[in-house]
């Protein structure tokens, strides 16, 4: 990805941004106004209309149904004549699916060397070998008809003292649990609160059921070992308070071993970060996106792990993942995970276009393609080594995809249940998502959104888009800022309390 010379003084050159020599269309660095000129690919053109910051103007004249690039890949195709200088967006630019043809592999390649000597942080060693990078005790639900006792024992713990060393007791509610077909819907459920319970960053759980739900607190307590966790239902127990206090109980002991937990110096390998976006504007693809791409691979070299994740938003840009896969095998399971999701969409009538938001597009984006091509940046350049299903263990090194929704909370959610131990969450919009046990850092697109929502971002890329800092300085940052994060620093997110956590249901209720 190339960027144009940008300065902050606006001049023909620097107002708008050509990412690839053979773009249709350039991004508007600053709002753009009729009779103003523009130099891009060489030649001076004059706006037509006014183009909103973030969006696109024509750089190339383009006939109905022919294909706009960005990136140097196809977007979508023209729905009216389009002229040099006018604005590019929902008016005159469709959604096509199209066709793409994949290249795959023709041997199997590996990750470089690792070096000879590797950055460490702070962590908890796990039993396992995996790192924490907080000291949680969890208390988990089995179900809907559990969740209010179990807000209520971690509620419990909010205004007493904790050791220094324990994060917090953090309690996983959720609306599920029962009313399920039996099959790939519970199966998934379970594998997901297992991720939760049995995670590097968790030290001691609690799981409660009402008793005769389908998912069954049994199952949980005969797979991990008894010092991990503890187990109660209301209906054997004796109902709210008598499982409160239980679970409250049980709790302290967890606290009490914990408290004896020391961080120590681990190597940076056993970082495992997690790879979201959410409220994505047009900048996202220039700036936060190609930065974090660039601290996945510093991951990657040291033989660490970067979990690429949200099927719908690869689609469109998973011929650039095939390309890159480690093997066949690797490529072939992640297209059969993208023509899951799209069988899956089908049976509610829907398309992988219904993605963007409304906030994605009045940040500019105008179809599935564009955002994806923007959103798996994120995953660097080195290969693809493996593809994990929704809340899989991941078992890494390198870099990694997770099929999970778009949807940020169960995108996150899936992360954490295959043991992301870290979270990088860019946005262009803004963005507030954290998760109950695994530190999330926001790193804002543009800096503008970085200073109205300063409250809630970690870090800025929007200086990229100003000629203040390039791609592999901020990526730099970026991977710093993790190792700082995995160490002990608490971000924006955890200081304000957010937990969100939302299982992806995939079956019908009953």
């Keep these: 990805m190339s960027f144009v010379d940008i300065h902050p003084a606006a001049t023909p050159a620097n107002r708008v941004i050509l990412l690839h020599p053979a773009d249709s269309v350039a991004v508007a660095r600053l709002p753009l106004e009729p009779g103003q000129t523009i130099l891009a690919a060489g030649r001076e053109i004059r706006v037509r209309q006014p183009v909103p910051a973030g969006h696109k103007v024509a750089i190339r004249h383009a006939v109905p149904g022919e294909n706009l690039l960005r990136y140097g890949q196809v977007i979508g195709r023209a729905s009216a004549l389009i002229e040099p200088g006018e604005h590019v967006h929902l008016h005159n630019l469709s959604f096509d699916e199209g066709s793409r043809e994949y290249r795959f592999p ?17 962590g908890y060693l796990r039993p396992d070998g995996r790192a924490g990078t907080r000291n949680y005790i969890a208390v988990a639900a089995a179900s809907n008809c559990a969740s209010h006792v179990a ?3 971690a509620q419990h713990f909010l205004s007493r003292p904790l050791p220094e060393n324990v994060d917090g007791v953090a ?21 997901v609160l297992r991720g939760v319970i049995d995670h590097p960053n968790v030290a001691g759980a609690v799981i409660l059921g009402l008793g005769c739900e389908i998912n069954q607190i049994g199952r949980y307590l005969a797979e991990l070992p008894p010092e991990l966790l503890d187990g109660f239902t209301l209906q054997e127990t004796g109902g709210t308070p008598a499982t409160v206090e239980a679970g409250v109980r049980a709790v302290e002991r967890h606290i009490e071993r914990a408290a004896a937990m020391r961080r120590a110096s681990l190597p940076a390998s056993k970082i495992v970060l997690g790879l979201n976006c959410g409220g994505s504007d047009s900048f996202s693809g220039i700036t936060a996106n190609p930065a974090l791409g660039v601290c996945s691979d510093m991951l990657a070299a040291i033989r660490a792990t970067a979990v690429l994740a949200e099927t719908p938003e690869i689609f469109g840009a998973e011929h650039l993942l095939v390309e890159r896969a480690a093997s066949r095998a690797v490529a072939e399971r992640l297209l059969e995970m993208v023509a899951s999701y799209k069988r899956y969409l089908s049976r509610f009538g829907g398309s992988f276009d219904d993605n963007p938001s409304p906030g994605n597009k009045e940040g500019g984006l105008t179809t599935i393609l564009e955002k994806s091509l923007g959103a ?7 290969p693809l080594m493996e593809v994990a299903d929704y809340g899989e263990r991941v078992r890494g090194p390198g870099l990694v995809f997770m099929n999970t929704p778009g949807y940020d909370p169960v995108s996150l959610t899936g992360l954490a249940a295959g043991g992301v ?4 969450f860019t ?18 697109s543009n800096s503008a959104t970085f200073r109205r929502m300063s409250a809630n971002m970690d870090l800025d890329a929007g200086p990229i888009a100003e000629g203040a800092a390039t791609v592999e300085e901020t990526g730099r940052r970026i991977f710093d800022f993790v190792l700082e994060t995995a160490s002990g620093r608490r971000t924006a997110s955890e200081r304000h309390g957010h937990r969100e ?10």
């Design 376 to 382: 798996v940046a994120k995953g660097g350049t080195l």
């Design 421 to 424: 131990n870290v979270i990088c």
């Design 501 to 510: 956590f939302v299982p992806w249901r995939i079956g019908p209720v009953l």
């Design 171 to 191: 309690a996983f509610p959720h609306a599920d649990g029962c009313g399920h077909s039996i099959g790939p819907d519970t199966e998934q459920l379970h594998r």
């Design 106 to 122: 023709a041997q199997e390649r590996g990750l470089p060397p690792p070096p000879a000597e590797a950055p460490a942080f702070l």
């Design 151 to 153: 807000e209520l024992v």
């Design 427 to 444: 946005t262009g919009r803004g963005s507030a998502i954290g998760f109950p046990t695994v530190p999330v850092i926001k790193i804002a």
